[in-house]
């Protein structure tokens, strides 16, 4: 017969916790700009109000994960023998490319223009799809730059430079 026992995630523990402290820092730093009140909303009630909404999910998640820990049939997880990097970069894949666009719209906006930024941000940022299709995503990443345009610089006047 085999043994069940009750463990806490310390994943999920870790995100809780991260979640909170994340909350904590964006709710204590709106404090500093004025809340104001619901007629007249100063700088600091929405970032307030998404801090507390952080703060609650951080709460959430700790608490889902500490009082009620997933139920295993070991009690240790076992330790793969070998490492499949394939999946580990499958992965990871998200987690690195989607910030990597972040980061590459960021740099190119104002050297290269918000077409060639949009059109990067799209194509890296869609080659972290599971089973990206090439062909859909280049389709899209020429179709978004010219939404970005319209939205950003026709309808709300903003003046980016466009290449």
């Known amino acids: 017969m085999t043994r069940r026992t009750f463990a806490p995630d310390p994943g999920g523990l870790i995100s809780g916790a991260i979640m909170l402290a994340i909350g904590i820092a964006v709710t204590v730093t709106s404090l500093g700009y004025g809340i104001g009140s619901l007629r007249r909303m100063d700088a600091g009630f929405f970032p307030m109000l998404l801090g507390a909404g952080a ?5 959430a998640i700790t608490l889902l994960h500490g009082l009620f820990p997933v139920r295993s049939d070991e009690a240790e997880t ?7 990097w394939a999946e580990r970069w499958h992965r990871l894949r998200p987690m690195l490319l989607v910030p990597l666009g972040i980061a590459a719209f960021a740099a190119l906006l104002e050297t290269a223009g918000l077409l060639i930024a949009t059109f990067a941000l799209v194509l890296i940022s869609g080659l ?4 990206p299709d090439l062909r859909r995503l280049v389709v899209i ?8 345009w319209v939205i950003f610089v026709l309808g709300f006047g903003l003046p980016f430079k466009l290449y």
């Open 78 to 84: 076992p330790v793969p023998e070998t490492i499949d």
């Open 55 to 59: 703060i609650l999910l951080g709460l």
């Open 128 to 131: 972290a799809a599971e089973k």
């Open 141 to 148: 990443a020429l179709l978004a730059p010219v939404g970005a």
